[in-house]
T-cell receptor, first 115, second 113 residues
Framework: KAGVTQTPRYLIKTRGQQVTLSCSPI?????VSWYQQTPGQGLQFLFE???????NKGNFPGRFSGRQFSNSRSEMNVSTLELGDSALYLC??????????????FGEGSRLTVL | AQSVTQLGSHVSVSEGALVLLRCNYS??????LFWYVQYPNQGLQLLLK????ATLVKGINGFEAEFKKSETSFHLTKPSAHMSDAAEYFC???????????WGAGTKLIIKP
């Protein structure tokens, strides 16, 4: 069974640009969560989607958005990039109806560098 | 506020020595408890979990953790460290009062030869 796939793995952008990251969950998983990981802030929850609906949202500005498609694939978008957005963005899928049962399957992440 | 505390951002042990990574949570209701591991340049992987039942939980790679309700703790142990255990370890807790998933700050485990 294929794991969670995130693309691209690495990308470099400049301030003010926007970026879209993609996540394909494990087949059959309908819950997808996104996390931002930085050395200073650790793991921070961005949002969770289930059946194309955003169920939970973390404390991030509106520049961060996401969506989920009918095949459970998810994308997240960051607009007007800032230097502080440089981070590893992790996607996780869950077989449960809610990612908050805690059993998550993570992708390898997309490492974003903003110059 | 509900929180998860991992004692020590870095823990260093010698190869073959006992590994002990500490995790404490604040909650009046026993939660679901998890340990995840992150190897360099990879995503997180579930090591073990406690939801109900036996309080001593065995996971992958020889790790185990014990849920102690009276101490609100879920410490991770391994009898004998191996060089391949070098990674960052995260404790996570689902608070059953509101089904909020809370993460600890992580502990980097360093193995000395």
């Amino acid at each position: 069974k294929a794991g969670v796939t995130q693309t691209p793995r690495y990308l470099i952008k400049t301030r003010g640009q926007q970026v879209t990251l993609s996540c394909s969950p494990i087949s059959g998983h309908r819950s997808v969560s996104w996390y931002q990981q930085t050395p200073g802030q650790g793991l921070q929850f961005l949002f969770e989607y289930f059946s194309e609906t955003q169920r939970n949202k973390g404390n991030f500005p509106g520049r961060f958005s996401g969506r989920q498609f009918s095949n459970s694939r998810s994308e997240m978008n960051v607009s007007t990039l800032e230097l502080g957005d440089s981070a590893l963005y992790l996607c996780a899928s869950s077989p449960m109806t809610s990612a908050n049962t805690g059993e998550l399957f993570f992708g390898e992440g997309s490492r974003l560098t903003v110059l | 506020a509900q929180s998860v505390t991992q004692l020590g951002s870095h823990v260093s042990v010698s190869e073959g020595a006992l590994v002990l990574l500490r995790c404490n949570y604040s909650s009046s209701v026993p939660p679901y408890l998890f340990w995840y591991v992150q190897y360099p340049n990879q995503g997180l992987q579930l090591l073990l979990k406690y939801t109900t039942g036996a309080t001593l939980v065995k996971g992958i790679n020889g790790f185990e953790a014990e849920f102690k309700k009276s101490e609100t703790s879920f410490h991770l142990t391994k009898p004998s460290a191996h060089m391949s255990d070098a990674a960052e370890y995260f404790c996570a807790v689902t608070m059953l009062s509101n089904y909020q998933l809370i993460w600890g700050a992580g502990t980097k485990l360093i193995i000395k030869p």
